[in-house]
Nanobody, 129 residues
Framework: QVQLVESGGGLVQPGDSLKLSCAAS????????MGWFRQAPGKEREFVTA????????YYADFVKGRFTISRDNVNNTMYLQMNSLKYEDTAVYCC??????????????????????WGQGTQVTVSS
């Protein structure tokens, strides 16, 4: 059974940066998708970004392109989300998620919450002046 634990959230001002971490255990990662979702007050959960272990396949939602960067640490089974130029609308609970299945590098990355099987508890990111 896989377990995901997020950390790194906090209170920041507009334009600031923040780096989130997600440590994973209990599964192998080759071919599995792993990514970040967020849910703001009064809104539905939305996809942020994801990658596929063992590949360089990465995908970003339009609203974070050029501002957020996803990365990984293969040795420690950890992924990161570097968040720059934060905006008020980035305020949300950020959750990391992973699939329970492996896919080839040619298969499109999964970008809906229904396609992910494992979830962390979430970390709060608040952007306020």
């Amino acid at each position: 059974q896989v377990q995901l634990v997020e950390s790194g959230g906090g209170l920041v001002q507009p334009g600031d940066s923040l780096k989130l971490s997600c440590a994973a255990s209990g599964r192998t990662f080759s071919g599995f998708d792993m990514g970040w979702f967020r849910q703001a007050p009064g809104k539905e959960r939305e996809f942020v970004t994801a990658f596929r272990w063992g590949t360089d396949n990465t995908y970003y939602a339009d609203f974070v392109k050029g501002r957020f960067t996803i990365s990984r640490d293969n040795v420690n089974n950890t992924m990161y989300l570097q968040m720059n130029s934060l905006k008020y609308e980035d305020t949300a609970v950020y959750c990391c998620a992973g699939t329970s299945r492996a896919f080839s590098s040619f298969w499109p990355l999964h970008i809906t919450s229904q396609e992910y099987d494992y979830w962390g508890q979430g970390t709060q990111v608040t952007v306020s002046s």
